[in-house]
C-alpha cells in the first residue's frame, strides 16, 4: 500500500483515470458507501420479515390452526390495528411479512426439521438415553409406530417423541425392530447408548424368541426392559375390575 506503488498501479491499470482530480474519487466512496448502506439495510429488513413470518407460523402450528388462517385472518388483523395505532406507513411494513398457505406450510416443515435436527444433536451429546415404543391402529386402519425418547440435557431429565412411522405390512416383532434399527443407523445413534427399553405385554414387544425385545437382546446386554405402566395399571383393572365393582367406599 505504498503510494508510489499506488500512483504506479493507478498509471498502469487505470490510465484512463489517473488525470481525475481527487474529488472526483471522493464522490465515488460516497456513492459506494451509499449503496452498501442501502443494501444492508434492505437485507436487514428482509430478515426481519422472514423472522416474523417463522415466528407467525409457530404459533399457528402450535394452535393447530389452518395454514390459510395467517393471509385471510392474521395478517389483515396486524395491517389494520397497526394503521390505527400507528399510520399507515407502519402498515405497510407489516404488509411485507409472507403468509400465504404455501409459505407457512413451508415455515412449519423448516421448523420441524430443526426441532429434529436439534434432538438428535441432544442423543448424540448425552451419554445415554432410554426409549419407550408402542404400535397402533390409526382410523385408516393403518399401523403406526410410536416412539419415545428420554435423555439427559443441561443436567435434567427429558422427554420427547423420536418419531410416529407406519409400519407398511406385517406388525411383527422383527419388523419392528427393522423400523427402529433402521432409524438408529441412518440418523447415527448407537444401541450401546441405550440403557432402557420399555413397551406393552402384546407378543410382538415381548416375545422370547420373535418379539422385538428379543431381537434387541441378541447384541445388546446391557439394556434393561420394563412394561409400560399405564398397561400394568390397566392389566390391573381388568383383572380386578369384578371384584372392585362390588368394594363399598
Known sequence: ????????????????????????????????????????????????????????????????KPFTIGEQLLLPAAIRMSEIVHGKQY????????????????????ISNDQFQQLLMRL?????????????????????????????YEGSIHEDILFCRPLEGHTRGKDIYKKVNEFFEKEGLNWKNCVGVCTDGAAAMTGQDLGFTAFVKAGNDHITFTHCMIHREALVVKKNCTRIKHCVF
Open 1 to 64: 500500500m505504498k503510494p508510489s506503488k499506488l500512483q504506479r498501479h493507478l498509471n498502469t491499470k487505470h490510465a484512463t483515470l489517473s488525470k481525475k482530480p481527487i474529488e472526483y474519487f471522493e464522490r465515488l466512496l460516497q456513492t459506494s458507501n451509499k449503496e452498501k448502506n442501502t443494501l444492508e439495510n434492505y437485507v436487514t429488513l428482509n430478515d426481519k420479515y422472514l423472522l416474523a413470518s417463522y415466528e407467525v407460523s409457530y404459533l399457528i402450528a402450535k394452535t393447530k
Open 91 to 110: 402498515a405497510a411494513e407489516i404488509s411485507k411479512i409472507p403468509l400465504s398457505n404455501d409459505t407457512v406450510s413451508k415455515r412449519i416443515s423448516d
Open 124 to 152: 448424540k451429546d448425552s451419554s445415554k438415553f432410554a426409549i419407550q415404543l408402542d404400535e397402533s391402529t390409526d382410523i385408516s386402519n393403518m399401523a403406526q409406530l410410536l416412539l419415545f425418547v428420554r435423555y439427559i
